[in-house]
């Protein structure tokens, strides 16, 4: 099974979650957390209907679906001929719909 393809912003995402995990929390819970994300990204590319639809979050001309990851993640996703996309990783902290609109995940 193949993991999903990645946005710029995403990877971006992914690696200050992994930075700030690291220094806040040690390594081993880096690569606790890292190994969850990466058995989620998994299930969604077997089933990538997951996820809820949120069509007031999506940037104009996007349809988003978004899957919550231990309880404070949220993966920004989207199918594609191909398979799946994800656009952003991020704290449910922080307000989704600016972050999406700052930068929906357009490159790849």
Known sequence: MTL???SEAARRD???ITEHTVARFGM???RR???HFEAVFRLLVESPGMGRTRPELDPRGHAFRYFVVMKRFIVVYESTESGVRVVR???GARTLAAELDRDPGDDT
């Open 4 to 6: 999903p393809l990645f």
């Open 14 to 16: 992914r690696q200050e």
């Open 28 to 30: 081993g819970q880096a």
């Open 33 to 35: 957390m890292r190994e």
């Open 89 to 91: 990783i991020l704290h």
